[in-house]
């Protein structure tokens, strides 16, 4: 039991119920995440869908750093992205004016049947139209859900509930990598399986959607002040919850103000959170986490486990994945978000550069790395997968969802939802050209990113920790050296 001398708060079931059941939007992004890369490997699903590009994979040459690229398969595969880009602006608008819960609710139905569809594809056009409902699905969720989660936490614990969003994100990729083993063996239908079973997860976020409640600031900011202020006293679990209720109700008065959100957040006023948001999540993507974990399995074959190679590597990186973030839930509020970040940009810069200098200097394009070598590697993926998974990967997500004031929060999250898309889409489309042509040198590419990102950390990134929600223009904005100039 917690509570700040100011807002009071207590756990309840009800509540911890609502943080878990709405980060199943996690879990569904991560599932699509750690699922297409399997799917889109299996022989049984090219050849049903994408026969010409089964041809050529047969006789593409391969070798250590040119593997097999098919810009084709990859756009089916970013396609997804694309539509949660686009659906992420939607979903502000359903965000804003009906409400977080209506949306995740939307979430999981574009989910459902997404998943349906794409399972049940009896052509290229159904898959296509179902990997874009899932895509809209992604955008309403990953926009909906850390709101959600940032606007019920209490304050002092706001980190730790909106990484549960990133925790069901990893958990999502594992068993997803873990379902992709599973299913490869089941000719000729694994991908169905595969596909389908992301229906599991939405139905649970579904039903959740039933069951959570509406945010206080929600419920304000849309003239429901009497169910707003029960609705806080109902998940605080506390009777006097009056001086937080009055810094929602003063935030909404100044969001009343605001017709035009998206115009609002173009003012410069406006510009310090947006800038962050969007940096955080460009910075994330270019942290190259997702080459990492595409790259893994490579890495990991030569160790000399080579038909295991995939499964291992899945095992290996994604439990670390998983462990990794929960140091990020019990740490945040209590170190708070700079240190987190700075950390971990040293650690993966080293780990970045070192896997660049090992590769350059041993690996050729067609032999391979000693076994001791290898082991050194893995473990350096290890380090980087580590450090990502308690800084750059949750924090991209809480930070944007905790710093835009009421009035242009959806607008302001869904820059920072689509910015994500984007870069995912651009790295996965030019990833493996990339790697061909830069080999090792791409790991210095990265590792140059993380330099310019902790730079950035360092100089323009305000602390969040401790701070209401509602007060972060008063309490950081206004103070910062450098964003105070904007306000
Ligand atoms: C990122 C994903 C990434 C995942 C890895 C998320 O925060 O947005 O792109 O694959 O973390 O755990």
Redesign the pocket.
């Known amino acids: 039991m917690s509570g700040s001398p100011k807002y009071q708060s207590k756990f309840t079931v009800y509540v911890v119920l609502c943080w878990i059941l709405a980060a199943f939007g996690g879990l569904m992004?991560?599932y699509d995440?750690g699922i297409s890369g399997g799917v889109t490997a299996m022989d049984d699903f090219l050849i049903e869908f994408f026969p010409k590009v089964h041809e050529r994979k047969l006789h593409a040459k391969e070798d250590n750093y040119c593997k097999y690229d098919d810009q084709f398969l990859q756009l089916f595969t970013s396609s997804l992205y694309l539509a949660a880009l686009v659906s992420s602006f939607f979903a502000s608008k359903i965000c804003s004016k009906f409400g977080r819960k209506p949306t995740i609710l939307s979430a999981s139905v574009f989910f459902l049947l997404g998943a349906a569809l794409s399972s049940g594809a009896v052509n290229i056009w159904l898959l296509i139209v179902g990997r874009v409902l899932l895509g809209i699905g992604v955008g309403f969720g990953n926009e909906a859900v850390p709101l959600f989660l940032s606007e019920i936490a209490p304050v002092q614990h706001r980190g730790a509930v909106n990484i549960l969003f990133?925790l069901f994100?990893?958990i999502g990729?594992f068993i997803a990598n873990l379902v992709n083993y599973a299913t490869l063996k089941m000719h000729p239908y694994g991908w169905r399986v595969s596909l389908g079973l992301a229906g599991v997860p939405a139905i649970i976020l579904f039903i959740g959607s039933l069951i959570i409640t509406e945010t206080p600031a929600s419920l304000v900011e849309r003239g429901q002040n009497g169910r707003g202020h029960r609705t806080l006293r109902k998940i605080r679990g506390v009777e006097d919850v009056e001086a937080e209720f009055q810094q929602i109700v003063l935030a909404s008065e100044v969001a009343q103000g605001v017709k035009h959100p998206f115009k609002e957040l173009m003012k410069r006023s406006s510009r310090p959170p947006l800038i962050i948001a969007v940096s955080l999540q460009v910075f994330?993507?270019f942290t190259g986490?997702?080459a990492i974990?595409f790259y893994a399995p490579v890495l990991f074959q030569t160790v000399g486990f080579k038909n295991d190679a995939s499964l291992l590597s899945s095992v290996i990186t994604g439990l670390v994945?998983v462990f990794s973030?929960l140091v990020s839930v019990f740490s945040v509020d209590k170190f708070g978000r700079r240190i987190l970040l700075l950390q971990a940009c040293v650690q993966m810069l080293i780990s970045q550069t070192a896997i660049g200098v090992i590769l350059y200097l041993h690996l050729q394009a067609t032999d391979s790395l000693t076994k001791s070598q290898a082991i050194v590697v893995v473990a350096l993926v290890c380090l980087y997968v580590m450090a990502?998974?308690w800084s750059?990967?949750?924090l991209?997500?809480l930070i944007p969802s905790e710093t835009f004031p009421l009035e242009t929060r959806t607008a302001g999250f869904a820059f920072a939802v689509s910015s994500?898309m984007l870069c995912?889409f651009i790295i996965a489309q030019a990833f493996l050209t990339m790697l061909c042509s830069m080999h090792a040198g791409i790991f210095f590419f990265f590792a140059a990113w993380i330099l310019v990102m902790g730079i950035f950390v360092l100089f323009l990134l305000p602390e969040t920790k401790n701070v209401p929600i509602d007060a972060m223009v008063e309490t950081v904005w206004k103070k910062h050296p450098v964003w105070k100039t904007f306000m």
């Open positions: 992004f991560g995440i990133q994100v990893t990729i994330q993507q986490i997702n974990m994945n973030t990502f998974a750059w990967g949750p991209g997500w994500n995912t």
